[in-house]
């Protein structure tokens, strides 16, 4: 049997997949173009913007981080998100920031394979719904249902967005 050589960017994409399966969580992933919009990627996979959804890292005051999973065509509602988790104040941390935190870069964000298994938090209205989110490397794309992924990733599911 050959050995398998590593694919520049994959170490994400692998990680993505081995957390989902030691989770039980079925996941579909896909090969894709870039995209320069939110409507362009879900015109390439076939999905409304809304089944897009996006994993972002969320800083606290004292250092550490969450993941606020927000629907594509919403955004995060600071003062709900706030007064969900307590506290007075968190902020979109730098790229660089975001990578060191969860090892995945900007677009490729995920909390599944995530180098620290921050604490997630999920929009209400992805429940019952079948989702696209990152899956650890650039061109690629899973889809997961989305009460499976907030059950495996034990989430708080709440009100924590708004339209954009």
Not at 13 to 29: P, W
Not at 58 to 68: C, N, P, T, W, Y
Not at 104 to 114: N, V
Request: without cysteine; negative net charge.
């Amino acid at each position: 049997m050959a050995n398998a050589v590593p694919v520049p960017g994959m170490e994400g994409a692998e990680r993505f997949l081995s957390d989902a399966a030691a989770r039980g969580l079925d996941v579909d992933v896909v090969e894709r173009p870039a995209a320069r919009s939110l409507e362009e990627a879900a015109d390439i996979l076939g999905i409304r913007p809304a089944d897009i959804v996006k994993s972002l890292v969320v800083k606290h005051r004292d250092g550490s981080f969450l993941f606020a999973l927000i629907p594509g065509d919403r955004q995060i509602s600071w003062p709900k998100l706030r007064a969900l988790v307590g506290v007075n104040k968190l902020s979109l941390p730098h790229a660089d920031v975001a990578l060191a935190a969860t090892g995945y870069e900007r677009g490729t964000i995920t909390p599944l394979g995530s180098t620290t298994p921050w604490p997630v938090y999920a929009d209400a209205t992805i429940a019952g719904r079948r989702i696209s989110m990152g899956a650890g490397a650039h061109g690629r794309s899973a889809f997961v249902d989305a009460d499976a992924l907030t059950a495996a990733l034990g989430a708080v599911v709440a009100d924590i967005s708004e339209p954009n």
